[in-house]
């Protein structure tokens, strides 16, 4: 199970206490070194999905060179390779999280997944009609429509804890409206539009007071700051591996193991049984309950190695230092005139959801291209937070730990030349 | 510095119809209406027509949405009043193989007349459902099918 045989992980060359040294981490990711139109890329599409460092796609060519097996057949030596490998993953997420065991890491396609598989598994077997989920106005759409579903099946209902204008959760609102009738609470960690890091470890113990289980959706989080469950004690946790400089396709979900033992199987198929007659299965045991048919085992590793990559920089030497790009381009940013920043959360995460003058976030995003810069401009699939706003769509640059503040120059030459187009 | 390719998609024409849309009203004698939608950028239009004896006598439009989108649907609305829905129709038509941008379609730009200011639209594939979005309404609104038009049918 621990057995690491894997060349993806290195030792680091850098100490934790080393100042962060952004330009020797910039030389990890092969992406960042290209032009587009001619110009050095500004990758600033972080929150969207996130660039990946050699060591990953080292770890996924390994692989498929290598190893390549179905796992958890292993009565051959390539098949053994593989499974150590996914299961080698799974303990390194385990750890990465503070989980108390492996079991209780379910691989799936991403936090998408994750909440679609606690909503129809957890959600259709313990809610009925009338009861209540509690999300908040900031979620993303994959917090929201995964519920409204469940709703629709159950009849329970959709309950949203609202913000205030600077884009902070409304605390005594959130707990005002736990009641009796409510059965699940599910928040972003960090909303993905407005940069908001929510009062979670607070919200959850105000939920687990009246008996409440939590989801959090750490979408995020996970790639942007330490993550501690025992601390948080959220009993599902979520999150993607291509946010977290992983492979896209695969994820993560945490659950209390008291939570996953009693929820049936999400998906039916191969590999989460242990006994099948046409007249009844007997289901696997944990986590391969819920990993049905052969997974995204390049996936796993992949992440896996992703994983290990980010932990050695250490995630407080990365909170850190985007705190201090925030700060820089809160402060650059608001010097462009007429620029309104979207969110002034006092507790934010390194996400700036803007609107520049009337210019539209779509003509913004164009320009910001021909000058090589990547944003997202739109509503961020948060449609309900865009018209809490009373915006149709923003611009937003969401940065990661090889961002820099020269790049954060370059953003705000381009949003000068998109002035310049439009007067 | 800009460069040459953005100078060609926002040109004076399409950012000044953008900052001051014509015929940006709702049409109280309407006959005809429809709406347009683009979940991907959340641009909204909605096209008020009125048509007689097969021409289009009047038109109007509302919404939110980009420079391009806008001026789009300024431009399309100025340019088809008065025309017949059938020369409407061809309108659209060389419109749509202006943008699609392979050199294999020729289109009329006589035509097209002032749309033809469009053309530089072709080399941003990525906004060329901006451009057409306010056409896809009028489509539907000239059908006059009832139902929201999305880029992502």
Request: net charge neutral; glycine share 8%.
């Amino acid at each position: 199970m621990n057995s690491s045989k894997r060349s993806g992980t290195v030792i680091s060359k850098q100490s934790a206490r080393a100042p962060f040294d952004v330009a020797h981490y910039r030389k990890d990711f092969p992406i960042l070194a290209q032009k587009v139109y001619g110009k050095p890329l500004v990758y600033l599409d972080n929150a969207a999905t996130t660039q990946k460092p050699q060591v990953v796609i080292d770890a996924l060519e390994q692989y498929y060179a290598k190893e390549n097996a179905n796992i958890h057949r292993g009565i051959h030596y390539l098949s053994q390779q593989a499974t150590d490998a996914y299961d080698d993953a799974r303990v390194t997420v385990q750890k990465f999280l503070s989980a108390r065991k492996p079991s209780e890491i379910i691989f799936v396609r991403g936090a998408t997944e994750g909440i679609n598989l606690v909503s129809q598994s957890y959600g259709r077997t313990f809610l009925k009609a009338g009861d209540e989920i509690l999300i908040t106005a900031m979620e993303h759409h994959s917090n929201i429509v995964p519920w409204q579903i469940l709703c629709e099946q159950t009849g329970a209902k959709l309950r949203t804890s609202p913000i205030n204008d600077d884009g902070e959760l409304l605390v005594n609102e959130f707990e005002k409206l736990l009641n009796p009738k409510t059965k699940f609470v599910s928040i972003a960690h960090i909303s993905n539009a407005l940069g908001t890091i929510n009062p979670v470890k607070r919200l959850i113990q105000m939920a687990h007071e009246r008996r409440i289980p939590v989801l959090i959706d750490g979408a995020q989080s996970a790639p942007h700051m330490a993550v501690d469950l025992q601390d948080l004690d959220c009993d599902f946790f979520v999150f993607s591996g291509h946010k977290l400089f992983g492979p896209t396709g695969i994820g993560v979900l945490y659950g209390k193991s008291e939570y996953l033992e009693k929820m049936p199987p999400y998906q039916g198929g191969g590999d989460m049984i242990s006994a099948v007659t046409f007249e009844k299965t007997l289901y696997n045991k944990l986590p391969f309950k819920f990993e049905a048919g052969t997974p995204h085992i390049a996936g796993v590793i992949g992440l896996g190695a992703a994983v290990n990559y980010v932990a050695r920089i250490g995630l407080d030497p990365i909170f850190a230092y985007e705190q201090e790009l925030l700060e820089y381009a809160t402060r650059k940013l608001s010097e462009v005139s007429g620029l309104r920043i979207i969110g002034e959360a006092k507790e934010k995460a390194s996400i700036i959801s803007f609107v520049l003058a009337d210019v539209h976030a779509h003509d913004v995003g164009t320009i910001l291209d021909q000058e090589g810069i990547a944003i997202r401009a739109g509503h961020h699939c948060a449609m309900p937070l865009m018209e809490r706003f009373g915006v149709p769509a923003t611009a937003r640059a969401s940065f990661a730990f090889y961002n820099t503040k020269e790049e954060i120059d370059r953003l705000v030459d381009g949003l000068h030349t998109v002035l310049e187009v439009f007067t | 510095m800009i460069s040459s390719e953005l100078r060609e998609l926002y040109q004076e024409l399409i950012l000044e119809h953008s900052k001051k849309p014509r015929n940006f009203r709702v049409l109280e004698g309407a006959n005809h209406t429809a709406e347009g939608f683009n979940p991907l950028c959340g641009d909204k239009i909605k096209l008020y027509l009125e048509i007689e004896d097969g021409r289009v006598k009047d038109i109007g439009f509302q919404g939110s949405g980009c420079a391009i989108s806008k001026a789009s649907a300024s431009m399309m609305t100025a340019s088809v009043k008065g025309k017949s829905v059938s020369e409407t129709q061809t309108l659209f038509s060389e419109f749509h193989k202006m943008l699609s941008g392979k050199e294999s379609t020729e289109f009329d730009e006589t035509k097209l007349g002032k749309l033809s200011v469009f053309s530089g639209v072709s080399e941003f594939p990525v906004r060329v459902k901006c451009a057409t979005l306010a056409w896809h309404t009028l489509k539907a609104g000239m059908e006059s099918s009832g139902k929201t038009v999305t880029t992502e049918a």
